[in-house]
């Protein structure tokens, strides 16, 4: 876990500063695509079903849409080509690490893998990173501080409880990652509602209608078609 954390997060924002914003979203929001593949070559029960695959595939095309009312898409330059495949290859390892996590370690404390992962892998990576960028001592207001501790306290939750369903009997990995396709959802309504001048556009409101829509869909038939298969059994 400690090497998804260095392999992921130094691919991510390399690759990041590399790409345009609205770019970065597409391949970011790429993820549930990447997990579905990954998890069928990792485990047998995960199957690369029709429905699994339309859902993805609407989602895809949701995430774009969201991205394109945001920004136009631009590729030109070796760089940004570049970029794309870093963040392709952050995709591969979290995908991989969420598989290990549902296989490999059930009856270990989500707390304990959240805590040692993030904690020993940004360790590694902010030694690695001074002699790339160097040390620089800036005096910050205690506002940063605080928001800091905010976000680091509450980025280690969210690991805590996505790991905590990783581990749940019966949870299949690809499935679970669809919902990260709310992400752009969530992030869109937020700067509209916080960031000033950001203002709703028709085709980011097509694309959430398109996430939401599909990701209802899968599971409402996916909980019909559970209790026929408990009927078979």
């Given at each position: 876990m400690v090497l998804q954390t260095l392999i992921n997060y130094s691919l991510f924002y390399f690759g990041l500063d590399l790409v345009?914003?609205?770019?970065?979203?597409?391949?970011?929001?790429s993820q549930p695509l990447v997990t579905a593949v990954v998890a069928a070559m990792m485990h047998n029960e995960e199957n690369l079903t029709k429905k699994k695959i339309i859902t993805i595939?609407?989602?895809?095309?949701?995430?774009?849409?969201?991205?394109a009312g945001r920004q136009?898409?631009?590729?030109?330059?070796?760089?940004?080509f570049l970029g794309v495949i870093m963040i392709l290859g952050?995709?591969?390892a979290t995908a991989t690490s969420n598989v290990i996590v549902s296989l490999k370690t059930r009856g270990i404390n989500p707390l304990v893998i959240s805590s040692f992962s993030l904690g020993t892998g940004g360790l590694i990576l902010y030694l690695v990173s001074l002699p790339v960028e160097g040390y620089t001592h800036a005096?910050?207001?205690?506002v940063y501080w605080l928001d800091l501790l905010w976000l680091s306290f509450m980025s280690a939750y969210a690991f805590s409880l996505w790991y905590k369903l990783l581990q749940r009997p019966g949870v299949r990995v690809s499935e679970l990652n669809l919902w990260k396709f709310i992400i752009p959802v969530v992030?869109?309504?937020?700067s509209w509602l916080l960031v000033p001048g950001e203002n709703p556009e028709w085709l980011t409101i097509i694309g959430m209608i398109i996430i939401t829509g599909s990701l209802i869909?899968?599971?409402l038939n996916n909980r019909?078609?559970?209790?026929?298969?408990?009927?078979?059994?």
């Open positions: 345009p914003g609205a770019l970065g979203a597409v391949i970011v929001g595939i609407f989602g895809i095309s949701g995430v774009i849409l969201i991205s136009a898409f631009r590729l030109g330059t070796a760089m940004e952050a995709n591969i005096d910050k207001p205690m992030g869109a309504v937020l869909l899968f599971f019909k078609a559970s209790p026929k298969a408990n009927t078979v059994k």
